[in-house]
């Protein structure tokens, strides 16, 4: 070979493995707004992530006999996206992700009002209009795309104008998601984000008798609005105890208030290891297809979703409507509500600071 022919390959390999990037138009937006769409293709997945909320649209992957899926919710087309304003599919949440509770908070001796948008009670993933339903500026990087956003002072009634870069790249079998994020005022922000997971494939059935395991000792029990009630309670013995992989569904009907609450599992649990140190988060098998997923972050939390809102009245691009637990979410984040507890980890962001987090969804197989 000679040895342009040897660089050409030794790039096309690299390419393979880190993943190649297309960037298409996807769709308009009802107030007249271009959206579009990157591939991410590597030798192991493909990743389609549009700059509406940044979503992530669909995820395929093999399974253990080499048939493709595609292991995430989602909609066929743009137009289902803009249409539903619940399950937030795909998208990084914020400002806030996860729940504000009363829509209140205080900082620097100044106490902040949002939108009451869960159930007219508490502030739920940033506001009435959250980062999931924003466009973002999408910019090709290698091996995938940075997307920006700038929420200005003000924006669902968060102070400081809060720029927010998340770059998603793919490399073998990992999506990483790498979050940062500055600020012209003191703020608080928690950014995630929300895909559906079904490793049997979308539209498959309930993720129900897939294993999980949560790297986790404690998590953050809740009221009856979902808001921690600011105690870390111990999950052994509790069917909140997943150190071990264990079938999601064996004990989600159990006579558990907690469970009962939320309908299922829907909950914040205490991550082992530190807060700023990238560790594994949970592991979900499906033993059907063999598909694992691996979820490794940052964050110091994470919360666990059923699916439990899911009733049938979405439907997939297969064709299929999504039912109660037809995929589960795995929101790495700051705790709930951390704005109104001091004792957790801070959410906090003052400028000349940089939020930085990351995590990492890493696909593979188990025969
Ligand atoms: C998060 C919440 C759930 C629900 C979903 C969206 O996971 O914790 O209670 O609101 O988002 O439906």
Known sequence: MKLAQVILAVMTTAL????????????????GAAVEIYTL??????????????????IKTADKTGKVADVVLGYKDFAGYTGDKNTYFGSIVGRYGNRIAHGKFSLDGKEYTLPLNDHGINTLHGGTVGFDSLIWTGKEIPGGVEMTLVSKDGDQG??????????????????????????????VLNLTNHSYFNLA????????????????????PTDAGLIPTGVLAPVAG?????????????????????LKMAGGYDHNWVLRGQNGVEKVAAKVHDPVSGRVLTVTTTQPGVQFYTGNFLDGSKTGPSGKAYAKNFGLCLE??????????????TTELKPGQTMHSVTTFTFSVQK
């Open 16 to 31: 393979t493995a880190q993943g190649a990037v297309t960037k298409e138009p996807f769709g308009t937006t009802p107030g």
């Open 41 to 58: 293709k590597s030798d192991a997945v493909e990743a389609r992530i549009m700059t509406y909320g940044a979503r992530i649209v669909s």
């Open 158 to 187: 968060f102070p400081g104008t809060l720029t927010a870069h998340v770059k998603y790249t793919l490399q073998g079998g990992a999506l990483k998601i790498d979050y940062t994020a500055t600020t012209d005022k003191d703020t």
């Open 201 to 220: 494939g979308e539209g498959t059935g309930t993720i129900l008798n897939q294993e999980i395991e949560i790297h986790a000792d404690k998590f953050t």
């Open 238 to 258: 509790t069917p909140f105890d997943f150190t071990k992989p264990m079938v999601i569904g064996a004990r989600i009907g159990d006579a558990n208030d907690q």
């Open 332 to 345: 790495t984040q700051h705790f709930p509500d951390s704005p109104n507890h001091p004792d957790f980890p």
